[in-house]
């Protein structure tokens, strides 16, 4: 009785497929995506009705099903996913000559300023020192160690901003 049931049933399918599809999709708006969810809903759905509804209409219940499901669907505010025709492009590696160019413009800015602050800057981010040992090394008090810096990145963040916006 399954393996007839089986059959009857692929046959229905492949014959009526087509036409099936070309309902749901004017069901979903011409979502090519979503009607061939839409169809593989209610084809699961007649599939467990099959003994039921196979002697009398299984088109006009797949139709009712189809029509039931899209408008549930319609009602969804999102549907989990986003299909798309084609994939989206693999994101590239990173650009290193981007990233020496952006380095060597921050060389040459952090050589514009003033040597203490320079100093306090290049020993506090590029050594990782902590403010302490900046200031053992610069041979001045902790609080004038975290003023050089803080001066320091401050002018940094202004020629570099100056170097990026155009000129009027």
Known sequence: MGQLRAVEFDRFVAARWAALLHLARLLTGGDRHRAEDLLQEALVKLWFAWPK??????????????????????????????????LPEPPEAG???????????????????????????????????PERHVAEVLGCPVGTARSLTARGVARLRLLLAEAVEPAE
Do not use: F, I, K, M
């Not at 413009?105 to 300023?113: K, M, P, Q, S, V």
């Open 53 to 86: 509804v196979a002697e009398q209409a299984p088109e006009a219940y797949v139709r009712r099903v189809l029509v039931r499901a899209a408008a549930r669907s319609a009602r969804r505010r999102w549907w989990g996913e986003h299909p798309v025709d084609q």
């Open 95 to 129: 650009d290193e000559t981007a990233a020496v160019d952006e380095r060597t413009r921050l060389e040459a800015t952090l050589a514009l300023l003033p040597a203490r602050q320079r100093a306090a800057v290049v020993l506090r981010y590029y050594q990782d020192l």
